[in-house]
């Protein structure tokens, strides 16, 4: 089954140390070639910060385009990993091993299964 591991980190935060905003953490290096040493990697992406975002909406027929991330939260989205695992107990023993665990969050989600009609 496919899972997305939807890492959740503070944006201020990490903004705060210019010098770790342009570099990759060895800590990432090493569990991104570890996923996909282990065969499971699909995807994934650092995201740029949510000033760089746009959010559209569509109400009554009409779209709405707005600057900026549509909520205020604590933790914003930061990055991805698509992982092909087992089940949600091999996920999940995926996303704890995420550096992004230590000070932020790690969202499990399964994908649906589309299927064309």
């Not at 695992?85 to 999940?92: E, K, M, R, Y």
């Not at 995926?94 to 790690?106: L, S």
Request: proline fraction near 6%; charged fraction near 20%.
């Amino acid at each position: 089954m496919r899972y997305m591991l939807l890492i959740y980190a503070n944006e201020a935060a990490i903004q705060a140390d210019p010098k770790k905003v342009k570099t990759v953490s060895p800590a990432y290096v090493a569990y991104t070639n570890a996923i996909r040493e282990a065969g499971i990697l699909l995807g994934g992406e650092p995201l740029q910060p949510t000033a760089n975002a746009t959010t559209v909406r569509t109400r009554a027929g009409k779209t709405e385009v707005l600057g900026g991330p549509y909520a205020e939260t604590r933790e914003q989205l930061a990055g991805y990993y698509m992982i092909e695992a087992a089940d949600l107990d091999a996920a999940i023993s995926w996303a704890a091993r995420c550096p992004g665990a230590e000070n932020g969050t790690i969202e499990v989600r399964p994908l649906w299964e589309m299927q064309a009609s």
